[in-house]
């Protein structure tokens, strides 16, 4: 069964606090996204990375980390320095031909 | 700074009718378009991709492309209740750039 797995599904943790999401995948595709995703906004770009050991920052990568040790994993640490870290976060892979995107299922995290 | 607009809707639709859903995009050397359907606390789904210009069908739905107008619709015909959902449009030049989506709303 081919897909992108996120968990948990809802996550809480107290302000000052590092928390890793996780996301794998076995569809095989090089690249994989992390987003994120605010009530009436749309995506935006956190870390990618389009081949093991490397990833690029996005358009808002402060207070976040990520990591690309295997080509199915790509986990996505929110760090104490995120002012805002409370959304819906989105990891997906692409294809290397079409450059389709597929979304994993999200995980939502709250901080309080 | 690249764009991708999208009217935020709501855009309320008979049950049956046509739904037609509108993007542009600011980016000329864009290659790649995508709409994506995303209901209510889910992720997005992929509906279709289109990459030259003219219409794409697929089912119901049909993805129309028009580079010099730098405008890509989605039209879906037969719309029913589930059809009921945010659609966001996604265009690839260098990297890939998201609309903030359309929320679409079928009237039964």
């Known amino acids: 069964d081919g897909g992108i797995t996120q968990s948990p599904k809802y996550l809480f943790r107290k302000e000052g606090q590092n928390v890793t999401l996780s996301c794998e995948q076995n569809?095989?595709?090089?690249?994989m996204y992390w987003y994120r995703q605010d009530p009436g906004q749309g995506l935006r770009l956190i870390y990618y990375?389009?081949?093991?050991?490397?990833?690029q920052k996005g358009d808002i990568a402060e207070g976040y980390s990520v990591s690309r040790e295997k080509k199915e994993s790509f986990p996505l640490t929110v760090t104490s320095a995120q002012k805002n870290p409370t959304a819906f976060y989105l990891c997906?892979?692409?294809?290397?031909?079409?450059?389709?995107?597929?979304f994993g299922p999200g995980t939502r995290l709250t901080v309080t | 700074q690249k764009e991708v607009e999208q009217n935020s809707g709501p855009l309320s639709v008979p049950e049956g009718a046509i739904a037609s859903l509108n993007c542009t995009y600011s980016?000329?050397?864009?290659?790649?378009f995508f709409w994506y359907r995303q209901y209510s606390g889910k992720s997005p789904e992929l509906i279709m991709s289109?990459?030259?210009?003219g219409d794409k069908e697929d089912g119901r739905f049909t993805a129309q492309l028009n580079k010099a107008s730098q405008y890509v619709s989605l039209l879906i015909r037969d719309s029913q209740p589930s059809d009921s959902a945010t659609y966001l449009c996604?265009?690839?030049?260098?990297?890939?750039?998201f609309g903030k989506g359309t929320r679409l709303h079928i009237l039964p």
């Open positions: 997906a892979t692409q294809e290397t031909v079409s450059y389709e995107q597929y």
């Open positions: 569809l095989n595709h090089d690249a």
């Open positions: 990375s389009q081949i093991v050991n490397d990833f």
């Open positions: 980016d000329r050397v864009s290659q790649s």
């Open positions: 289109i990459y030259s210009n």
């Open positions: 996604a265009v690839r030049g260098d990297k890939i750039i």
